[in-house]
């Protein structure tokens, strides 16, 4: 352990969460920092398509990015909500979009559909995103200007707050599909412009200090390198903070069974198929595939688990999913640790990625967990005395944002309707964590609200909760009974507006190739 101000730091692993850090690091202190990053130019990286929440927006304003700097460069499209096909029963859809729930007298609009929703779409009637990801919408006209506009009034949200003062402000329209591998190059350059080291070797060994601090990390060809504070990006390996520091991992496969994957790239003609504006999760019989639409090809994987379905099955179920097109596409298949590191920063090391922790990438939370993790770090950055105390605020905030995703992708598969092999029956009788099931008890009656859901900032907000009970289906769910009693007219009003803006919408924005192929100038 050393006392100076901490300003030198080494980053292992140059995957999304090593180049995300780097670059975000040298943007927030500039040449104060020294950021070395060392990554094997042997072990690959997950780098499979990507699905994001809209807060990642706030990763490339705070780097100065446009879109039009970065998304061309990482064949990115935009994504307006998950589809979760087939979860309820064969042939069902809902959408979980990105939009606030608007209410009336009090009540959600969900509350209001259960009491007398106009139709069976409860997604449709309470959600505008709905109509547009059904009709193939981009959420920007060809002008650039955004959809927002149309339907939201309210002032531009203030700049320079993290994802979690955002939160409950306002809801951005949309996130971000894109190619990981491709944002890491972007980013790459972005990061050793600006005065980043790169090292392309191995380490082969993490060494300690008598109080248990890493001194400094070997490599192959470069010898020793040292820092005051390293950054673990290391992937599942988890190589500085779980193998050399021996932080224990928290496994949630009790929970989350599904442990493994595999994946696919395959280029398909945008132009016939359309580029359609959302991540779809269809439901299989031991798990569910991604089908993540990208500028010129899809990205597509099954996620299963390995009890219920071996690799060899997995890959013949996602190649006839897929159909003609995968043909001689290469399968990448994968083997996840699910849950998360004890605490993720020990000493002088901090674990960002997949080597702090990962669940199943059913709602996109995976860079999520690094853009909060990086905004933390800076937040909770540590200065010559190391305070024990921002060690325990980083760790909090971070196995909390796990904690609460798990517990959202949890109800996800307590609540399907789906019960038709036996992966789907043994999700309703599994154990699932005590104060989700005493949560889902109170929703049955009282819908979620910020006063019921998992009580600390893990980027879902109430209305998430909202669009998985009532989209997966097996839940029962009561109207208040104190809409019985209340005078609808507005509601019905509101249902009336939803529809008409979604139309307007539907009719006037382009669909998202359109979109595209203007933007990029194609015939
Ligand atoms: C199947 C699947 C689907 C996913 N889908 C999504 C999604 O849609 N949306 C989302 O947000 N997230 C998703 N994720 C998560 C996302 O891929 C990861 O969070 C992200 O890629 C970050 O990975 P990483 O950088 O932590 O690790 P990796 O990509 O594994 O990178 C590890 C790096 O460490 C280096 N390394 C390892 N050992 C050494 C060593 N000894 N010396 C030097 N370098 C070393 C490697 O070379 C590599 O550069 C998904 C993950 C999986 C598994
Ligand atoms: N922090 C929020 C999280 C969020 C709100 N709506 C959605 C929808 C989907 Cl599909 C994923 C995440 C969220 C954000 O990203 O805006």
């Known amino acids: 352990?050393?006392?100076?101000?901490?300003?030198?730091?080494?980053?292992?692993?140059?995957?999304?969460?090593?180049?995300?850090?780097?670059?975000?690091?040298?943007?927030?202190?500039?040449?104060?920092?020294?950021?070395?990053?060392?990554?094997?130019?042997?072990?690959?990286?997950?780098?499979?398509?990507?699905?994001?929440?809209?807060?990642?927006?706030?990763?490339?304003?705070?780097?100065?990015?446009?879109?039009?700097?970065?998304?061309?460069?990482?064949?990115?499209?935009?994504?307006?909500?998950?589809?979760?096909?087939?979860?309820?029963?064969?042939?069902?859809?809902?959408?979980?979009?990105?939009?606030?729930?608007?209410?009336?007298?009090?009540?959600?609009?969900?509350?209001?559909?259960?009491?007398?929703?106009?139709?069976?779409?409860?997604?449709?009637?309470?959600?505008?995103?709905?109509?547009?990801?059904?009709?193939?919408?981009?959420?920007?006209?060809?002008?650039?200007?955004?959809?927002?506009?149309?339907?939201?009034?309210?002032?531009?949200?203030?700049?320079?707050?993290?994802?979690?003062?955002?939160?409950?402000?306002?809801?951005?329209?949309?996130?971000?599909?894109?190619?990981?591998?491709?944002?890491?190059?972007?980013?790459?350059?972005?990061?050793?412009?600006?005065?980043?080291?790169?090292?392309?070797?191995?380490?082969?060994?993490?060494?300690?200090?008598?109080?248990?601090?890493?001194?400094?990390?070997?490599?192959?060809?470069?010898?020793?390198?040292?820092?005051?504070?390293?950054?673990?990006?290391?992937?599942?390996?988890?190589?500085?903070?779980?193998?050399?520091?021996?932080?224990?991992?928290?496994?949630?496969?009790?929970?989350?069974?599904?442990?493994?994957?595999?994946?696919?790239?395959?280029?398909?003609?945008?132009?016939?198929?359309?580029?359609?504006?959302?991540?779809?999760?269809?439901?299989?019989?031991?798990?569910?595939?991604?089908?993540?639409?990208?500028?010129?090809?899809?990205?597509?994987?099954?996620?299963?688990?390995?009890?219920?379905?071996?690799?060899e099955e997995a890959e013949r179920t996602l190649r006839e999913f897929v159909g003609p097109e995968a043909a001689d596409v290469e399968a990448n298949h994968i083997r996840m640790r699910i849950g998360r590191s004890e605490q993720s920063w020990k000493n002088n090391c901090v674990a960002i990625g997949l080597s702090s922790g990962f669940v199943e990438p059913l709602e996109s939370t995976g860079i999520f967990f690094i853009h909060h993790a990086i905004e933390q770090l800076v937040k909770h950055f540590p200065g010559a005395d190391w305070h024990p105390q921002l060690r325990a605020g980083y760790n909090s905030a971070v196995s909390n944002v796990m904690d609460g995703v798990r517990e959202f992708l949890v109800l996800h598969y307590k609540g399907a309707g789906r019960n038709d092999t036996q992966y789907w029956k043994d999700t309703k009788t599994r154990a699932i964590p005590d104060a989700l099931a005493d949560r889902i008890e109170r929703w049955q009656v009282q819908l979620p609200d910020s006063e019921n859901v998992f009580p600390y900032y893990h980027g879902l907000p109430p209305y998430s909760y909202m669009a998985i009970l009532l989209g997966t289906g097996a839940i029962e769910l009561r109207p208040s009974p104190a809409l019985g009693l209340a005078d609808s007219t507005a509601a019905q009003k509101e249902f009336a507006a939803i529809r008409d803006k979604a139309q307007f919408l539907v009719d006037t924005l382009p669909s998202q190739y359109e979109y595209f192929a203007a933007m990029q100038k194609l015939p």
């Open 1 to 311: 352990m050393n006392t100076k101000n901490p300003d030198k730091v080494v980053i292992v692993g140059g995957g999304t969460a090593g180049w995300m850090t780097a670059s975000y690091l040298k943007k927030a202190f500039g040449d104060r920092l020294s950021v070395t990053l060392v990554e094997s130019g042997k072990i690959g990286t997950v780098g499979v398509g990507e699905a994001t929440f809209s807060d990642i927006r706030h990763f490339f304003e705070f780097l100065d990015l446009k879109e039009e700097d970065w998304m061309p460069a990482c064949n990115a499209t935009y994504k307006l909500a998950v589809r979760f096909q087939d979860w309820q029963r064969p042939g069902h859809h809902f959408y979980h979009p990105f939009e606030q729930m608007r209410s009336v007298d009090g009540f959600s609009m969900t509350d209001w559909w259960l009491q007398d929703g106009p139709t069976d779409r409860f997604d449709r009637d309470c959600f505008v995103m709905a109509s547009l990801c059904d009709a193939g919408r981009s959420p920007r006209y060809l002008n650039g200007s955004l959809l927002r506009q149309e339907f939201d009034e309210r002032a531009e949200e203030p700049a320079g707050l993290t994802m979690s003062e955002h939160q409950g402000r306002t809801q951005f329209p949309y996130a971000y599909h894109f190619e990981a591998a491709l944002l890491a190059k972007f980013l790459t350059g972005y990061s050793t412009d600006r005065g980043v080291q790169h090292i392309i070797d191995e380490v082969q060994e993490v060494k300690l200090d008598e109080h248990g601090w890493i001194s400094h990390i070997v490599t192959k060809g470069h010898g020793d390198i040292s820092g005051d504070l390293y950054i673990d990006c290391t992937g599942f390996r988890g190589v500085l903070l779980n193998q050399a520091l021996g932080v224990p991992f928290i496994s949630y496969q009790g929970t989350l069974p599904n442990d493994s994957a595999v994946a696919l790239q395959v280029p398909l003609d945008m132009k016939t198929r359309g580029i359609p504006p959302y991540t779809q999760a269809t439901a299989q019989e031991a798990g569910w595939i991604w089908t993540i639409p990208l500028f010129g090809r899809i990205g597509t994987g099954y996620v299963y688990a390995k009890d219920y379905c071996s690799p």
